[in-house]
């Protein structure tokens, strides 16, 4: 039975009290044809409403419509980017059919490790959207709001929307208070708030369409930045107290939600007022997670992982609110997963019509019994782009409660049990291997199905700069950003490129460096002295790093070499970065600068590094400096769960760096989390000579955890037939 029939027999069999708009026998579709309103925020997070676990944002009328509705607890976007999402949501198929993966026009990175494939920057007039499905079938429709899916010959008007107000090519307005410089929209008074005004066009069209259904869009630009509030609002924010444990903070992202629950309100009272209410089916939603960048984030999704622009759940997951009195249980929820394609797929059935959804599945079925599973084996996505919210080009599926992240740079993959981790802290890739193939093979089976486009491996570059030569290889010495690095490039690279990267001391203690580019490992070092491993070093590092495993192609994973202070550079970098090190050597390394150069405990002072460590990291004292939890000592836990495998090499006599207040410390604190470290002390010796007289297990301990499992076979095979030349 679909839902217009069900309607039908619920309104004559007397189940429910309908008005009937008009006979039945004379005008049956019409008279069950619902309206439909869908409302589509603007990187709105999966927990931004009061009714999705809010406690600092206020949002009394879509709580209210949740109450008065079902509440989908596990709604996904089709992307966590604006445009793909959109098109999914009118047309209801995968971005990756459309071949409409990324917010148009999207980035264009040259140095990226792979280069976006030619994608579709705009909605084609080819495809027939929902609202060209129900204007054919004899509905008003209407567009307000953002649009963003392409340039002037694909608005709206030509998508089948009777009316657009304000949608364009823009993916958000150049100012929420009038003048609005939106060409699709007249501006109003100065000053006019842009999301009051998209909710006073809607509450006009619906008081304008009484007598015939209607299908009404409403995008809200809100609450996609520019952050721009009413002031009055934005104050009663920052008066809030703080919230203990609460993580959403931002007064003018909560002003500028409010003014869309309030827009809301007008519009659902709008209907009441008309007393169109029964016979609207209402839908609520969002085109991607919210969005947490920069220093005061828009908001927070958690517990769910990172937002806008990620592969994790912050990016994809959404509110999803339907309402549609006598058919959808009040205060009811469902849990079963649904993307942005079910929404055209439901709205069609609602209506009576029967034109098939490509990707989508109508939710009809889950109203009556929100336990029922849908029939299709998981969700997936595919992202060929890169993203500042996080994303290197990915794909990912969910099937059941498992959720895979495969990552296209390099083919890493990452499992996650949501219902046991929906924080997705864990990655099971290792552990369930079974798991593991099976959605490996799903996912893959279905990008070949919808014809997914891959993106092209950028052609690596070869270095350039001062060219010299270093224990007979070539050496290159280059600026990146203003700073001066360095790479020692082997005969031929192993393959998958390995290479090690020093903290400090480039060229002390050569030998492992020079046994390595004999086995096809190039080495990189980035020189910013001084800086003892400071955010700011960090920082410069991860510019280094892009550069050589982008542009360079190297590996995406170096092994790390930490000569004494080197230790602070290294750990530092591991630490914010565990998913891009394969292995830690440090010798003698530093670990905690209150041991060197601080000396508060048995190290030797150093007075002007000491003064650096102040100043490069801030510190405006002594005791705020030791106050400070971001030593490497302090900070293994995320190196441990990424089992990242360390070597230390120190002499037990050090008393310059004392080995049991940073190796020591690190050994047994990385143990007890369940890391791996090998320790070789040598007796009586002092903080120098650094390195062994034989260098064999340090070579072996780079070479086994950085190369790949292909350069492993390619050693063994080149050693077994040692013509063949390196590739
Ligand atoms: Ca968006």
Redesign the pocket.
């Given at each position: 039975m679909s839902i217009a029939s069900l309607i039908r027999h619920l309104q004559t069999s007397g189940c429910i009290a309908i008005v009937l708009v008009s006979a039945l026998s004379t005008a049956t579709r019409a008279a069950a044809a619902p309206n439909v309103i869908l409302i589509v925020a603007?990187?709105l997070g999966a927990h931004d409403l009061g009714v999705t676990g809010s406690r600092f944002h206020e949002t009394p009328n879509l709580d209210r419509l949740a109450h008065e509705g079902m509440q989908f607890t596990q709604a996904y976007s089709a992307c966590t980017?604006?445009s793909p999402t959109r098109a999914a949501l009118l047309t209801g198929k995968y971005p990756a059919r459309l071949r409409l993966t990324d917010w148009i026009p999207g980035e264009n990175r040259e140095n990226e490790r792979l280069q976006s494939p030619e994608w579709t920057k705009q909605l084609g007039s080819g495809e027939i959207t929902l609202a060209e499905h129900l204007k054919t079938s004899g509905y008003s429709t209407a567009h307000i709001g953002k649009w963003h899916l392409g340039g002037p010959e694909v608005r709206p008007e030509m998508h089948g929307f009777d009316l657009n107000r304000g949608g364009d090519h823009r993916g958000q307005p150049p100012s929420y208070f009038s003048p609005y410089g939106l060409p699709r929209l007249l501006d109003g008074p100065v000053g006019e708030y842009l999301t009051d005004r998209e909710g006073d066009e809607a509450v006009q069209y619906i008081a304008t369409h009484t007598n015939r259904p209607f299908l009404l869009h409403v995008c809200f630009h809100g609450v996609?930045t520019p952050l721009q509030a009413k002031s009055e609002l934005v104050d009663k924010y920052r008066r809030k107290p703080p919230i203990p444990g609460n993580s959403q903070t931002n007064a003018v992202y909560a002003a500028m939600l409010e003014s869309l629950d309030a827009a809301v309100g007008r519009i659902l009272q709008s209907l009441a007022d008309h007393g169109l209410e029964t016979n609207t089916l209402v839908i609520f939603t969002s085109?991607?997670g919210g969005l947490v960048l920069g220093s005061t984030p828009a908001t927070s999704n958690a517990p769910l992982r990172s937002g806008k622009g990620s592969p994790y759940e912050g990016g994809v997951r959404v509110p999803l609110i339907i309402r549609w009195p006598g058919v959808v249980s009040p205060v009811s929820s469902c849990a079963t997963p649904v993307i942005s394609m079910d929404l055209p797929a439901t709205v069609l059935e609602a209506c009576g019509l029967t034109h098939r959804v490509d990707d989508g599945r109508s939710l009809a079925r889950l109203f009556r019994n929100p336990d029922d599973a849908l029939d299709r084996p998981f969700l997936a996505w595919h992202y060929p782009h890169y993203h500042v919210g996080g994303a290197t080009p990915y794909a990912a599926i969910r099937a059941g409660d498992w959720k895979l992240i495969q990552y296209l740079e390099d083919g890493r993959r990452e499992l996650f049990n949501l219902r046991a981790d929906p924080a997705e802290s864990t990655n099971l890739a290792l552990q369930q291997s079974d798991k593991l193939a099976q959605l490996t093979r799903q996912l893959s089976d279905w990008q070949h199905s919808v014809s997914a486009q891959w993106p092209r491996t950028n052609p690596i570059a070869p270095f350039s700069g001062r060219q010299s030569v270093w224990f007979g290889f070539d050496r290159h010495d280059f600026a990146v950003d203003g700073m001066a690095g360095l790479v020692v490039s082997p005969k031929g690279a192993a393959p998958g490129r390995p290479w090690v990267w020093h903290g400090e001391f480039f060229g002390h203690k050569p030998d492992p460096d020079i046994a390595l580019l004999g086995r096809g490992f190039h080495i990189a070092y980035l020189s910013v002295p001084d800086q003892l491993g400071s955010p700011d070093a960090v920082a410069k590092w991860n510019r280094f790093y892009g550069e050589l495993s982008r542009r360079h192609g190297l590996a995406a994973r170096p092994g790390l070499v930490g000569l004494s202070r080197g230790g602070l550079y290294c750990y530092n970098w591991a630490v914010a970065n565990p998913e891009k090190v394969s292995c830690i050597y440090g010798d003698a390394p530093v670990c905690d600068f209150r041991s060197w150069p601080g000396a508060f405990g048995k190290g030797k002072r150093s007075d002007r590094d000491w003064q650096f460590v102040l100043e490069r990291y801030g510190f405006k004292s002594d005791a705020e400096a030791r106050a400070y939890p971001g030593n490497p000592v302090d900070q293994l836990a995320g190196l441990a769960a990424a089992k990242i495998p360390l070597l230390h090499v120190y002499g037990d006599a050090d008393e310059v760096v004392p080995w049991d207040e940073n190796t020591g410390v690190v050994a047994e604190r990385y143990r007890k989390l369940g890391g791996s470290i090998t320790l070789i002390a040598k007796p009586g010796v002092h903080h120098h000579p650094h390195g062994l007289d034989d260098s064999t297990p340090i070579v072996n301990f780079l070479w086994e955890h950085a190369a790949s499992p292909e350069a492993h076979a390619w050693r063994k095979e080149t050693i077994e037939n040692p013509g063949r030349k390196a590739p």
């Open positions: 603007d990187d980017v604006c996609h085109d991607n």
